[in-house]
């Protein structure tokens, strides 16, 4: 690693120096701070503070959904109760999930990502900084868009799947189906640009040494799912798009009269929403898989299969889309076929089941909050899994199928692989990010109250769905036996509530007088550890080389006499400056001027939003402003600027 | 409404797949939590100085995910067969069912037309169908309006109906009795009161059924009755079909045996007096939102045509 990058005629030698770090922080930090006050707020573009701007929007987002499912669950309570007008009951159903699905679980691990990735993969900063703000922006606009929506009482109400002809104009004729329809596509530029650069970062910014086989998995994860987001989006933007102009244009592509195909949305739908729902577990499975190995003291189990078992379940997830429609009318031969394709998806999933069983099995765990939102994920994660098998098998998916049973598995799914894991991440990386450590003792009420309540809440569902208790319902008729059930499930989602809200408490206790962490609080073994707590706004004063996947924990595995060099490397000091490496074996390449501090992506955002209200308002006037002020945006975006110009190549020998 | 216990050959080997895979499926959810759980315990370190704690890598783990996975994928290929043998089962019935209901579902009600070679044995009635016992019958699924979902938990399982197609299926019930249903597919409004019922009959019963369904309404003998038609004919014939009188609306459901059904609004209130008066009022306070307007009738016609409608058995 010591010569790969020479001089040349053209290009710049990047020093490989060994300086106290008291000498470069200044500097470094000189050339990286963001600007103070509210010019800083707006024009940031460090990873660092969009991932904890994801993570805390995404969370005010699930509050948001959390009290719209409270509410439901108070007219749910027992038959018969009228706290909520039918209209009322469906609004906040399609809002719950479209808040949850799109404003938080997918949200909230792009905010891990972002933080995470420049430190994991030991670099400066994400490949593309300034879109990686106009994602975080388009995101929030977006998710402001949508709820504006409720204060006028035109939230969308056909569901967060929107199935034509319910949602088509004859049946809603109002505003609320466009509300769904623009912020969806608005939100898809996010989801979009946020994917590619992940992707980007990951095959060019990548620290030397660090090969694909040493990645973290929730690398992996998110890699996986960045790709998935990308292939994904796409069909549900073009549903949203072909419904919106059959809803302002008078198109047919879903109107029956005209031989339009209602069906044609739902496989578009879910041809985009099964592949989501691995991008919205993968990355948290990541988590899972890099965070858990610390508590036990090892490396994780079958660090092989489980990254390969992350990228076949995404696979594997493009093909299993109809196990949404099986009770459509399809031929018996395409149910046979989709039927067992959701089966076998379930065997990467027992890969890494029994490879975290393993690592805890063979470790020595050291039960802390952490460990047990994550290890308790596990059980979880089964739960979901095996409810998924249940209702993977066609007959009796005809049953089960928009029933409670359903209702139960994708809470299973979405709070048990998902929310555990967040929660037990953000218990594992706040000290790196706000170089405190969370309280334990909160910690363990938190983890228990969440956990029980969370059983108590949604095992039940799973029994009254085999009642035959069916899904979005707004009240049911008694003497059917479900009335005791849906009380319990209402004690328990209160009772899951207060847990959040002491995860809530322990965040701002801890965040004020949590006490003070240090580098490398959990002797983690994994490079984000290896620098400061809160992490430098420059991340690594040094770009590390990389020789293993555990650079901190090398000289006590002692696998291999190579070592990673983590206080010596390349000193990247005259300017905004990163590493680029070649894609496969993470070669050092190029130095990269990275772009500073840019107000563009926000006003591009807002630009972008105006465009969307003009749409929903009909006004040609306010759509056209948008339009210009786009182009504007992007035009100032780009415009050449010498300093981010390459200044010239370093070869590689 | 439960699907864990079912009575006729559409249902049934589901049900014993269903009861497999619960009992599978718990087994499974109990070995991963004693596994974790043993895990978890057996070796926990004691101290809280996690850096105390020596970085280990026994090896010996990749056989977990061996054994695991492998065992996992032999419990999930069996699994499949079963399921395949299980859909080939239900795909069809055995033998040639006796007879079509053509099913139409609307927001929010179910529009059923018994098919007959001859039309003069042919009828509509809506929400309530008597099928006899050991004959299978096939439903034939219409979409009219938005998406919904056919669904007799206790007889067979969900088919959707669906604007611009026609989807098949078949029931048979086994054992007389009543089995309530519901619609499956959120439909809007007033989705969570679209309920279905099949009564199935004794073959007599079923015959008597059907003859009597054939009927027309009687013409009315009493004053109160004979004024109540003539309201119903001006307020009500522009939307139901009352058979031999000049009500000939089909946006609602034909009422010529209303009083043959159990419940009103497709399972929203028992079919009484009491509900029945309140509902020709204001359907809008018992199902809000539903396509039946809000009459307002004055107390003196809101008696006759009440009366009038028990008139229709």
Redesign the interface.
């Known amino acids: 690693m010591e010569n790969v990058l020479k001089d040349t005629e053209a290009g710049r030698v990047p020093r490989t120096v060994s300086e106290s770090e008291t000498v470069i922080d200044p500097k470094l930090k000189a050339i990286w701070e963001t600007a103070p006050g509210i010019r800083g707020i707006l024009s940031s573009v460090d990873h660092k503070r969009i991932g904890i701007r994801y993570i805390v929007t995404a969370f005010v987002f699930l509050i948001a959904g959390g009290i719209e499912a409270l509410i439901m669950r108070l007219q749910l309570a027992h038959s018969d109760l009228k706290i909520l ?3 009322a009951y ?1 609004q906040l159903f399609t809002m719950h999930g479209f808040t949850m699905i799109f404003l938080y679980a997918g949200p909230v691990l792009s905010g891990f990502s972002n933080y995470l990735w420049p430190l994991l993969l030991g670099s400066r900063d994400m490949a593309f900084p300034r879109l990686n703000a106009l994602s975080y922006w388009i995101f929030l606009l977006a998710g402001l868009f949508l709820y504006a929506s409720f204060p006028l009482g035109l939230a969308p109400d ?2 967060w799947f929107n ?1 034509p ?2 949602s088509g104009k004859d ?1 809603n004729p109002g505003p609320n189906i466009d509300f769904y329809l623009l912020g969806l596509i608005f939100l898809g530029i996010s989801t979009t640009v946020g994917s590619a650069n992940f992707l980007v970062s990951l095959l060019r910014t990548r620290a030397p040494g660090m090969s694909i086989n040493r990645l973290p998995i929730l690398v992996w994860g998110t890699l996986t799912a960045s790709i998935g987001n990308l292939l994904a989006v796409p069909a549900v933007s073009l549903a949203c798009v072909l419904l919106f102009t059959d809803r302002q244009f008078g198109t047919h592509f879903f109107d ?1 009269e005209a ?5 044609l949305w739902q496989h578009l739908f879910w041809m985009f929403g099964h592949p989501w729902v691995y991008a919205i577990v993968l990355p948290a499975l990541g988590i899972v898989s890099d965070a858990l190995p610390t ?1 036990c ?3 994780l ?2 660090y092989t ?1 489980v990254a390969l078992a992350t990228v076949a379940t995404m696979i594997v997830g493009f093909g299993v889309w109809l196990h949404h429609m099986f ?3 399809m031929p ?1 031969l395409s ?2 076929f989709f ?2 394709a959701s ?2 998806i ?2 990467p999933s ?2 890494s ?3 975290w ?12 909050t952490p460990f047990l939102f994550l ?1 308790s994920f ?2 979880l994660f ?2 979901g899994g ?2 998924g ?2 209702t993977g ?7 089960l ?3 409670y049973f359903v209702v139960a598995h994708l809470h299973y799914v979405l709070i048990g692989i998902n929310v555990f894991p967040v929660i037990g991440g953000i218990y594992y990386w706040f000290p790196k990010m706000t170089g405190r450590l969370m309280s334990e003792r909160i910690g363990r009420w938190n983890f228990w109250t969440m956990f029980l309540g969370f059983n108590i809440g949604f095992f039940p569902m799973h029994i009254v769905g ?12 008694p003497g ?1 036996g479900w009335d005791t059930i849906n009380l319990i499930t209402t004690l328990g989602a209160f009772a899951f509530a207060i847990g959040v809200l002491l995860f809530l408490i322990n965040v701002f206790l801890s965040a004020r007088s949590g006490k003070l962490a240090g580098p ?4 983690a ?1 994994t490079l984000e550890w290896s620098v400061p707590s809160p992490a430098p706004v420059y991340n690594f004063a040094i770009i590390p080389v990389v020789a293993s996947r555990h650079p901190l ?1 090398e000289d ?2 002692n ?1 291999s006499p190579e070592r990673s060099s983590l206080t010596r490397g390349y000193l990247l000091n005259q300017g905004r400056e990163t590493l680029a490496t070649t894609v496969l074996d993470a070669e050092p390449d190029l130095i990269l001027e990275m772009p500073g501090d840019s107000y563009a992506p926000l006003v591009l955002a807002l630009a972008l939003g105006v465009l969307f209200v003009g749409l929903i308002l009909h006004s040609a006037l306010c759509t056209g402003l948008g339009g210009i002020a786009i182009v504007i945006a992007i035009l100032v975006w780009l415009w050449p600027q010498r300093r981010l110009g390459q200044v010239g190549e370093a070869t590689h020998v | 409404m439960t699907y864990m216990r079912t009575f006729g050959p559409a249902a049934d080997p589901v049900t014993s797949l269903g009861w497999g895979l619960t009992v599978i499926c718990s087994l499974v959810i109990l070995i991963i939590a004693g596994l974790l759980l043993t895990a978890t315990l057996r070796a926990r370190a004691t101290t809280a100085a996690i850096s105390s704690i020596p970085i280990v890598h026994p090896g010996g783990g990749l056989r977990w995910i061996v054994i695991g996975t492998g065992v996992s994928t032999a419990v999930l290929f069996g699994l499949v067969i079963w399921t395949m043998f299980t859909l080939a089962a239900i795909a069809s019935s055995p033998e040639p069912p006796a007879f079509t209901i053509e099913i139409r579902a609307h927001q929010w009600w179910w529009e059923a037309r018994y098919l007959n070679d001859s039309s003069d044995r042919t009828f509509v009635t809506a929400n309530e169908l008597h099928i006899p016992v050991g004959s299978p019958v096939q439903l034939k699924l219409i979409g009219d309006d938005v998406i919904h979902s056919f669904w007799i938990p206790a007889l067979a399982g969900k088919t959707d109906v669906i604007p611009g197609q026609t989807n098949l299926a078949w029931i048979e019930a086994n054992t007389v009795g009543t089995y309530r249903g519901q619609c499956t597919e959120y439909c809007g409004a007033q989705h969570a009161h679209m309920a279905e019922f099949v009564i199935a009959d004794s073959a007599p019963d079923f015959k008597a059924w059907w003859d009597r369904q054939l009927i027309d309404a009687e013409v009315p003998s009493l004053d109160a009755t004979t004024r109540g038609e003539a309201i119903f004919l001006a307020r009500c014939g522009a939307c139901h079909t009352v058979r031999g009188t000049g009500a000939g609306g089909i946006v609602g459901p034909d009422l010529t045996h209303v009083m043959s059904r159990h419940t009103l609004g497709a399972g929203t209130v028992p079919n009484e007096r009491e509900s029945l008066r309140a509902w020709i009022n204001n359907a809008q306070a018992v199902k809000p939102g539903s396509r039946m307007p809000r009459l307002d009738l004055p107390p003196q016609d809101l008696d006759a045509v009440t009366a009038y409608v028990e008139t229709l058995k």
Do not use: C
């Open positions: 007008s039918p209209e469906n056909a569901g199935y002809p319910l049946y029956v031989h339009g195909q209602p069906l508590f003291r090892r490396p189990v079958g299969p009770a459509t009318g018996v149910l046979a039927s067992a089966l076998v379930t065997i027992a890969v089941t029994f490879a069983i393993a690592t805890i099995w063979t470790g020595k765990p050291v039960l802390t290890s596990i059980i089964v739960i095996v409810s098998v249940m098998a066609v007959p009796f998916d005809f049953q199928t928009d029933t085999l009642m035959g208790m069916p899904r979005r319902i707004y009240t049911y008729a059917l490398n609080p959990w002797d073994p924990w006590r595995l696998e």
